[in-house]
């Protein structure tokens, strides 16, 4: 396939990309929120006289009527947003910078400064941070939640075998809580016109905002508009419709002028959604073989005390594999935050790094080859619904990888390898998937009368690359140059827009507008087509509900799969970590587009390395929130912390998940990253450490001395 | 952010007049300390001089018994210098290891030396000493793992962070500086302080002194600098460590050495008994080890930095042994 380079690459690198919050039309104001300093309890009153004699303050509004501003819905309980809870609506806190006054100015520094001078008094209520706190409750899932897709999964009789398995390991694994940090802050820009209201804000769900706003506001659907052009980072943090959008709106209205709102960093932090903590015991069976026989992972995931965000976890564990038996045990546990939710890789990225560290540790106890051992546990069918799978080309992946890595020099046995300085070497493997679902998605395509060619569709670009996909596309059915296509997208004027997330992006709408391109080669001058999937979901994706086909569908189910292989070096004085290369061999059916495909990989790969490493939460259990929340405390990688990352696909069309044989790869590209770094970790150390992250203070220094004995000479790492 | 006036000073006199006349003022070299505790209501000066265009603070110059440089030279430029690359290796490593090169390309050396000393409870809204004396330290029972393991009161544990000063203590460097007493010179070992029980005050210059140049006496000791952090770059030192030292001809052993440890006091932390201790003794890894232990022996392992007492001493092994392999 002919590639395309990003076609908004240039727009990017010279500014012309505007995104949400660049609109500045004309006689705006400027929004800020004062926000909550306790972490549970009651408003018992807001001092707003300060902030209200400010030169410069319109307004300052610390409640809003019931009947004016309905209850919000929680995206995965049948709404929009991204928690149930709406500040600016009662007396309650429920989590530490929870909204209580919306401010608006006519400059941004003085809405700041105005909610700064806002204070409040509170009745404050013990709470809970974390999963073993003593204020915290825990559910189990499956009784919270009766729906089938929160449900456990258990296939065989994962008891019985364990205990007839000849080798088991059991082991718990602890997740920390993870932030996104997207580099564009949480923001809005919202603007009436008439009984029209047009909102400007970088979303994956422009159609969840529309309808959001709708049912919360009282308004038709019709008279909202939502355009999100462009994304400066979302990984899920922009999946919904957020609780400071209806203010805003109800704010403008009052105040019969335009409205933006941007976030600051630490309000990012604590308004939006985040990656929940989670801790995984697994337990892993095998027989005298090697071959695994039981799996049992049970999951305990922090959620909110007024929102239940459904663990998934198991729908990728299951499947990594073919064993026979395996049960999950999925629990909730209420603490008082704000409501978790998705980011990149949400189940599989915790969930596949504990199950692929107790395989590793199996692997061990076995002595087998880690590689090897995962070759001789795969399997071609899908042990949760005995389904073929659509295509699964995993074992290649790891062959390939393995091949290229070098991996026949690794010695078998951890903690013995060093190198000429002294620094401990250690490689390590581990494979992730990821299903391949669908969205609807409908597609317009126009000649225009100057020969370029229009392609209006649903879906979000979100820097993924999904305009430059179907620009590929499209260049390569018509044969026409990329200058000569243009593609409109995230915005409610030419489609439902609903989520794009779940790597499901570019395989819901290619497929639509290769449809349509079709019914265009037919003789068309205009077409418009949808991407085939039953009406009953595309009629509830045309009203801004999350609607996902898959990954099991009729006869056979479809995931991505990626294998990873890291080599770390551990100095010898210092202890430091360093990771000089990764190689990753993904398997996502065709590769749309070389150049965003292997850029997402190597993405999906740097924030692996951040998982393994670096990146965590730190709460006070005393206060609640987060105190590392901005980008200089939040420790996201660098790139001085990143080395060479290799990229390869097995790049052969999905024969049976849809047309244009693509199945997704934003995500599976993280999956399997962490683990492979501890495994690689424990080869060098001998030391299982199972809490990520995991820092130089985890390892004692000291690999061994450098053949040539004691150092006054002799060349060594610098600092 | 409160309002505040701005001021540009094009000269020396200008900048201390403007000072007293129009307190409580800051000097603003780069801004990138002040301006950010000016957004987070820590600063809240009335009036900020900017005296980034007093050409007198800017030069950098070598003579052979000392480099001065001025306090308005930024952290890249200093770092560039090929003065400081030839002579003063570790005050580029140093400068390296810090912050970002963003920063490092608006940030002063003056402005560097005076950056606040840190903890994340100074930062946010939570009870300190340091932001609102009187109001109670969170660190204390909280999150300590950053605080300081040397130097702290029960008042405050917050920790010098600047990776420069703490290599410009390990060559002895002065300060020069100019208020409206008139000009005085101090050792950069008098110019912070630990918190006591007046943590609000991180340095001892008096009230509309400004640092003009700092001094460093030449010298041709080994020098090396060792930072471990969370990540390689736009961070700060979980511990670090400066070390000039020279070497005896024959013996190899060690004759002189200074050992500075940084991101783990509530000031530069020199050691001194560790300098006393290494004398005479081979530059060896079991050595510089057992350096790096006494070096951190008196330090505090709180609730949760017990991890950085061994950072530390790693960190101080692994300068003084990269010191050693330096050619003189
Ligand atoms: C994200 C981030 C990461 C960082 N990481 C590191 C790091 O890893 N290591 C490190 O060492 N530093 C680090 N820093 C700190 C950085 O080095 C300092 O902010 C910078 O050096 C300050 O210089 P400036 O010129 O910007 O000072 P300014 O912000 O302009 O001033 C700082 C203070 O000094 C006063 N001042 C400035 N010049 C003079 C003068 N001539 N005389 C008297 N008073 C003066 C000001 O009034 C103010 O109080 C980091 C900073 C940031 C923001």
Known sequence: MSDVLRVDAREKVTGKARYGADRTPEGLLHAAFATATIARGRIVEVDTAESEALAGVVSVTTRFGEDELGPPSFVMGGGYGTQSLQPLRGDRIAHRGQPIALVLAENPVVANHAAELITATYEPEAHASHLDADQAETLLQREAIPIPFADDLTFGDAETDMAAAQTVVDATYEHPAQNATPLELLSAVVQWHEDRLLIHEGTQNAGALRNGLARQLNLDPQQIEVRSRYLGGAFGQRNAQHPYLAPLVLAARRAGRPVKLVLTRQQTFHQASFRPQTRHRITLGADATGRMTAAVHEIDQQTSRHDLFPGGYAKVTSRLYGIPSYRSRQRLVRN???????????????????????????????????????????????????????????????????????????????????DDEGNRIGWGVAVGAYPANVTPARARV??????????????????????????????RELGIPAEQVRVRLGDTRVGAQPLTAGSWGTASTLPAVQAALEQL????????????????????????????????????????????????????????????????????????????????????????????????????????????????????????????????????????????GVKGLGEVAMVGVAPAVTNAIW??????????????????????????GPSTGGSRPTG | MYPFEYRRASTLEQALRMSADLAPAAFLAGGTTLYDLMKL???????????NRIPELSHLR????????????????????????????????????????????????????????????????????????????????????????????????????GDLATALLALDAAVDVLGPDGARSLALADLHRAPGDRPEQDHTLRPG??????????????????????????????????????????????????????GLATRPWRVRAVEDWLHGRPLVEAVALEAGRLALRDAEAGRHKAFRIDLGTRAVADALLRAGEQHE
């Open chain 2, 62 to 161: 070598l003579s052979r018994s000392a480099l001065v440089i001025g306090s308005g030279v930024r952290m890249s430029d200093l770092a560039d210098a090929r003065e400081v690359r030839e002579s003063f290796p570790i005050i580029r490593e140093a400068l390296l290891a810090g912050a970002t090169a963003q920063i490092r390309n608006m940030a002063s050396i003056g402005g560097n030396l005076l950056q606040r000393t840190r903890c994340t409870y100074f930062r946010g809204t939570h009870p300190c000493n340091k932001r609102v004396p009187g109001s109670g330290c969170s660190a204390r029972e909280g999150i300590d793992e950053g605080q300081a393991v040397l130097g702290g009161s029960e008042h405050c544990t917050a920790v010098y962070p």
């Open chain 1, 683 to 708: 080869h060098a150390t001998g030391q299982r450490l199972r809490k990520l992250p995991i820092t130089i203070a985890d390892l004692p220094a000291g690999g061994r001395r450098p053949p040539s």
């Open chain 1, 521 to 660: 080669k037919a003789g068309e001058s205009g077409a418009e087509a949808g991407n085939g999937l039953p009406t009953a979901l595309a009629d509830r994706a045309a009203n801004g509900l999350v609607a996902a086909a898959g990954p099991v569908y009729g006869e056979f189910a479809a995931f991505s799969f990626i294998a990873h292989f890291v080599e770390v070096r551990l100095e010898r004085v210092t202890g430091r970590i360093r990771v000089p290369r990764v190689l990753s061999v993904a398997d996502c059916g065709r590769v749309a587009n070389r150049v965003t495909a292997a850029s997402q990989v190597r993405g999906g790969v740097v924030w692996g390395l951040g998982a393994a490493l670096r990146e965590h939460l730190v709460t006070d259990p005393r206060l609640g929130g987060f105190l590392n929340a901005s980008l200089e405390e939040y420790p996201i990688s660098v790139n001085a912390d990143i080395c060479a990352i290799d990229v390869d696909f097995v790049d052969r069309p999905d024969p049976l998940l849809n047309s244009s």
């Open chain 2, 41 to 51: 209501g820590v600063e809240r000066p009335v009036t900020v001089i900017d005296v």
């Open chain 2, 209 to 262: 002194e400004l640092i003009t140049a700092v001094r460093v006496p030449a010298t041709r000791m080994r020098q090396a600098y060792t930072k471990l952090r969370p990540r390689e770059s736009y961070s700060f030192a979980w511990a670090s460590a400066a070390v000039t030292l020279s070497l005896h001809p024959d013996t190899a052993t060690i004759e002189q050495s200074r050992v500075v440890l940084g």
């Open chain 1, 446 to 475: 126009r000649v225009e009368p100057d020969g370029t060619v229009l392609v209006e569709t649903d879906g979000h670009e979100m820097g993924q690359g999904l305009t430059s996909a179907v620009t590929s596309l499209v260049t």
């Open chain 1, 336 to 418: 008082d935050i704000q409501t978790p939710g998705y980011v990149r890789a949400p189940f599989e990225q915790p969930g596949v790094w504990a199950f692929e560290s107790a395989v590793d540790e199996l692997a061990a106890r076995v002595g087998a080859d880690p590689v090897a051992f995962r070759l001789a546990n795969d399997t071609s069918h899908d042990p949760v619904s005995g389904l073929p799978f659509s295509s699964r080309h995993l074992g290649e992946c790891l062959r390939r990888g393995a091949q290229a890595f070098g991996w026949e020099q690794r010695p078998l046995a951890p903690g013995d390898w060093t």
